[in-house]
Structure formats: structure tokens, C-alpha cells
């Protein structure tokens, strides 16, 4: 595994619910991303946190609300979703500053909107 | 702006043939290019990737990538492909910012028949 873990692996949720996705990496990195993987489109970079500070937000409906309470967690809380944001949303962390930049991703949580 | 192209959504091969996963790529200044595989219902896996040095670069699962500055390419290679590389591939290059965001293609499928 790659020290990336996602809770939970799939999920269920009317339009009006509220739920929250969790991640947790093990790694000792200092950045953190989520991004939505949709069918037949490219990987959507949803949110990018850096040292615990948002530093990147792509238009992101606010129906979608991340938080970094630290930097090993990673969170994002879903609210009055839609339809077309079922898919599999993945979170990855990386260690900025150095001359790596690869992100590691987690398993990603499958996410069903009915 | 970074970007990488994936021409192909599909790449068929026999098991035991070599194979090759073409990527291009649009900076400005030195690329940092990557090379990523999906397998069905998990995250992303960290493959190899190019910062400097070397034009032919080694990672895992015995895949290999040759970086082409005046093709301005990146194309993932293996010698004898294996049934168990069918996969998703994407290439990605990283954003020229202060932190570690990629762009990522759209992917492309690998699938090695026996």
C-alpha cells in the first residue's frame, strides 16, 4: 500500500444528506490533495492544502467543504449533492520542496449520489 | 500553461510483445513528467518518473520511460508485457508553482491479452 488510506471505500448518500470523507497519510508529507475521478473525463484537481493552508480551489461547488486539521488529515465534507458528482474521489499527499513532486494517492471512496 | 496529451484511449497488446504507452507534453522551462497506473477500483500508483539526468528512466513493475526533448514526448515502455499490466496508465507533468500540483492526462488503457 502506498501509506494513503481513505474512509470509507464506498459510499451511498441521498441529495440531502450531509457525510464526510476522511483521509489519512502515513507518510510524513506536508501537502495534501483531493481530487474527483469521473467516467470518460481527466482528473479533476479539486483541492490542494499545503503546510494545513488551502492553496488551490478549482471552482468547486461549496456544496463540497474541505478541512485540513493537520497535516496527515484530510477531509471533505459533502452536503446537498447532485447526481453528476458521483464518482471516485481520491486524496494524495506529497513532500513539497524537494525534488520528488510525486503524489501518492490513497484507494479513493467511491461515491454514489441518488 | 502545463499539459500533457495521451493520443491513444486504448493500447492492445499480446503478452510477451513489448510494449509502448505514448505521452506528450507542453511546458515551459525543464519538464518533471510522471508516469502513473490505475488497476480497477484502487487509487493511482507512482510508476517512475523524469526530473533530470538520464533520457531513459527505470521504475517499477519492470516499466521504463524514455524522455524526447525535441520530440517533447514521454512515452512508458516494457520489454514483455505481462496479462496482469492490463491497467489505466497516465501521464502527468508538474505545474510550475511553488507546490507539487500536477496535470494529469486523460489516461490510457492497456490491455494485454494472453
Known amino acids: 500500500e502506498t501509506g494513503v488510506t481513505q474512509t470509507p471505500r464506498h459510499l451511498v448518500m441521498g441529495m440531502t444528506n450531509k457525510k464526510s470523507l476522511k483521509c489519512e497519510q502515513h507518510l510524513g508529507h506536508n501537502a495534501m490533495y483531493w481530487y474527483k475521478q469521473s467516467a470518460k473525463k481527466p482528473l479533476e484537481l479539486m483541492f490542494v492544502y499545503s503546510l494545513e493552508e488551502r492553496v488551490e480551489n478549482n471552482s468547486v461547488p461549496s456544496r463540497f467543504s474541505p478541512e485540513c486539521p493537520n497535516s496527515s488529515h484530510l477531509f471533505l465534507h459533502l452536503h446537498t449533492l447532485q447526481p453528476e458528482d458521483s464518482a471516485l474521489y481520491l486524496c494524495?499527499?506529497?513532500?513539497?520542496?524537494?525534488?520528488?513532486?510525486?503524489?501518492?494517492f490513497g484507494p479513493g471512496t467511491r461515491l454514489t449520489v441518488t | 500553461a502545463q499539459s500533457v496529451a495521451q493520443p491513444e484511449d486504448q493500447v492492445n497488446v499480446a503478452e510477451g510483445n513489448p510494449l509502448t504507452v505514448k505521452c506528450t507534453y507542453s511546458v515551459s522551462g525543464n519538464p518533471y513528467l510522471f508516469w502513473y497506473v490505475q488497476y480497477p477500483n484502487r487509487g493511482l500508483q507512482f510508476l517512475l518518473k523524469y526530473i533530470t539526468g538520464d533520457n531513459l528512466v527505470k521504475g517499477s513493475y519492470g516499466f521504463e520511460a524514455e524522455f524526447n526533448k525535441s520530440q517533447t514526448s514521454f512515452h512508458l515502455k516494457k520489454p514483455s508485457a505481462l496479462v496482469s499490466d492490463s491497467a489505466l496508465y497516465f501521464c502527468a507533468v508538474r505545474v510550475l508553482s511553488g507546490y507539487s500540483t500536477l496535470t494529469f492526462g486523460k489516461g490510457t488503457m492497456l490491455l494485454v491479452s494472453p
Open positions: 494524495a499527499s506529497s513532500l513539497s520542496g524537494t525534488s520528488g513532486y510525486e503524489q501518492y
